[in-house]
């Protein structure tokens, strides 16, 4: 738990990082993202807060999806 607390208080630094860039009317930055890996780290986070707690999440793609996105943005 300690771990996955860890990675998104950088996660959430990182949003309010771009928070104040958006503001400055910057680019974003998009970069080749592994979409299963970003959804599975998702699903791992929500499966520990409240209201979903004791759901069960089930995800099961057929093959690897990437794409040109942020993946903090997107997460």
């Not at 707690?53 to 995800?59: D, Q």
Request: charged share 30%; glycine share 4%.
């Amino acid at each position: 738990y300690l771990r996955m607390i860890q990675q998104e208080a950088f996660r959430c630094k990182n949003i309010t990082e771009r928070l104040l860039d958006f503001s400055r009317t910057g680019e974003p930055e998009r970069v080749e993202t592994d979409i299963l890996a970003l959804v599975r780290s998702t699903i791992e986070m929500v499966q520990h807060m409240g209201r979903t707690k004791g759901k069960n999440v089930e995800f099961e793609p057929t093959q690897q999806v990437t794409a040109r996105v942020n993946p903090q943005e997107l997460k």
